[in-house]
């Protein structure tokens, strides 16, 4: 059973354009939601992470929206790059990193 | 600053035989994880470790093996692959006191069985 669900699973953009990739959970109990990003030949790296305690955080050109009330939260990348092509991993976890699960992956393409 | 490294970067093995991927973190972290990663099915956690001495089953453990006799290292032990073991498969660390979910990746290591 799939902890975390993540949509879609591929994404083209094209350069300066918006990228949407949304995640649902059903655990409640989940405190943490990172996300990671991963290039081709690599392992994941930490990108962002929000708390259920609050709505949005931003860093830089990518932003975590958390909606608690529907179970869903969502990475803005804004003003796409061609750098940021990579597959991003939405995650939950309750209680620390040895209880992480992570979603399907979505590998995003932007165009230049 | 290595990180978290791992050996062999590639692999292909027989159905049956066995081997060992080695990790290593030079950043005294004290907990390390072992996941793979499937296309299509994200990475799903093998074993992990809190301390030397201390290692605990995660979501997929079948099949499976691990020590952990220092900080350092964590190599995980296949026994009698099968080709369903075929993955990529990732170590990885954390800080152990405040475990806010954040994972250091090694850079993966490619596992082939046929």
């Known amino acids: 059973q799939q902890q975390v669900k993540q949509s879609p699973q591929s994404l083209i953009v094209q350069k300066g354009g918006i990228s949407i990739i949304n995640c649902a959970y059903e655990?409640?109990?989940?405190?943490?939601f990172p996300w990671y990003q991963q290039f081709p030949g690599k392992g994941p790296a930490l990108l962002i992470a929000?708390?259920?305690?609050?709505s949005e955080k931003k860093e830089g050109r990518f932003t975590i929206s958390f909606n608690k009330s529907a179970k869903q939260f969502s990475l803005h990348i804004m003003d796409s790059q061609p750098g940021d092509s990579a597959t991003y991993f939405c995650a939950a976890t309750q209680g620390g990193a040895n209880n992480l699960f992570f979603g399907t992956g979505t590998r995003l393409t932007v165009i230049p | 600053n290595a990180g978290v490294t791992q050996t062999p970067k590639f692999r292909i093995l027989k159905i049956g035989q066995s081997m060992t991927l080695q990790c290593a973190q030079d950043?005294?972290?004290?907990?390390m994880y072992w996941y793979r990663q499937d296309p299509g099915m994200g990475l799903k956690l093998i074993y992990y470790s809190v301390g030397a001495g201390i290692t605990d089953k995660g979501e997929v453990p079948n099949g499976y093996n691990v020590s952990r006799s220092t900080t350092e290292d964590f190599p995980l032990r296949l026994e009698l692959a099968a080709p369903s073991q075929t993955s990529v498969y990732f170590c990885?660390?954390?800080?152990?006191?405040?475990?806010?979910?954040?994972?250091?990746f090694g850079e993966g290591s490619r596992l082939t069985v046929l």
């Open positions: 655990n409640t109990a989940f405190d943490y």
């Open positions: 929000i708390r259920p305690d609050v």
């Open positions: 950043m005294n972290h004290n907990y």
């Open positions: 990885a660390s954390s800080y152990g006191q405040k475990n806010t979910g954040e994972l250091f």
